[in-house]
């Protein structure tokens, strides 16, 4: 079954506490892209890969990091996460044929509280 | 700078009834377009797009989308809603200039009444 998996679904940590979410995708896709969903604000972009090794800052980048070692695998590192960081989080992943039309297939979600 | 607005936090309507989304936007060029639908406790899901050639766009679930230019609106309908169109919805602009960023309005949340 083609899918954008994350890990984990739900995460409580405190402020400092280094962490990691996973971002996997086995559609072979080209383009992946992080974002986060606060209420009233929609998605914004956080960051985004056109492909292995390439990545580029969205909308609100600070205190976040990403790599793309592998083209499968896009993981969000907060290397000190803060409250403000406290949201819902999606990866999703797209086919860079076409890129500029192509729909984006969305991972289930990690919802992140930090004290 | 690109921009997506949807003017509406809630809609309501009554089964049955047509139902309308709104979205505008704000992008230097042609833009691409798209609608989302958000689900409870699910990540996104792709409804249709608009990327050139007629107005009116059909796409999943019997929606369907107008993209009107001089408006710079793209609203989504359906002419007869249903109780499990009841979501979150979600409008997003590609500029073809930017090609990784894709930028998303608020959301629309649409509760569909027996």
């Known amino acids: 079954e083609a899918q954008v998996t994350q890990n984990p679904r739900y995460l409580i940590t405190v402020t400092g506490k280094k962490l990691t979410v996973t971002c996997s995708q086995n559609?072979?896709?080209?383009?992946m892209s992080w974002y986060r969903q606060d209420p009233g604000l929609g998605l914004r972009q956080i960051y985004y890969?056109?492909?292995?090794?390439?990545?580029d800052k969205g909308d609100v980048p600070e205190g976040y990091k990403v790599s793309r070692k592998e083209k499968r695998n896009f993981p969000l590192i907060l290397e000190s996460p803060s409250p403000n960081q406290t949201s819902l989080y999606f990866c999703?992943?797209?086919?860079?044929?076409?890129?500029?039309?192509?729909?984006?297939?969305f991972g289930p979600g990690t919802r992140l509280t930090v004290l | 700078a690109q921009s997506v607005a949807q003017p509406e936090d809630q809609v309501n309507v009554a089964e049955g009834n047509p139902l309308t989304v709104k979205c505008t936007y704000s992008?230097?060029?042609?833009?691409?377009l798209f609608w989302y639908v958000q689900y409870p406790n699910r990540g996104l899901q792709f409804l249709l797009k608009?990327?050139?050639?007629?107005?009116l766009v059909k796409g999943s679930y019997g929606f369907e989308a107008e993209f009107n230019k001089s408006q710079t609106s793209f609203h989504l309908k359906k002419p007869s809603a249903l109780v499990s169109d009841s979501a979150l919805y979600f409008c997003?602009?590609?500029?073809?200039?930017?090609?990784?960023?894709?930028?998303f309005g608020q959301g629309t949340t649409l509760q569909v009444k027996p």
């Open positions: 890969s056109m492909n292995v090794e390439v990545t």
């Open positions: 559609m072979n896709h080209e383009y």
């Open positions: 997003a602009v590609r500029d073809r200039r930017d090609t990784g960023k894709l930028i």
């Open positions: 608009y990327i050139t050639g007629d107005n």
């Open positions: 999703a992943s797209s086919s860079s044929s076409g890129l500029l039309y192509n729909e984006q297939f």
């Open positions: 992008v230097s060029g042609n833009p691409y």
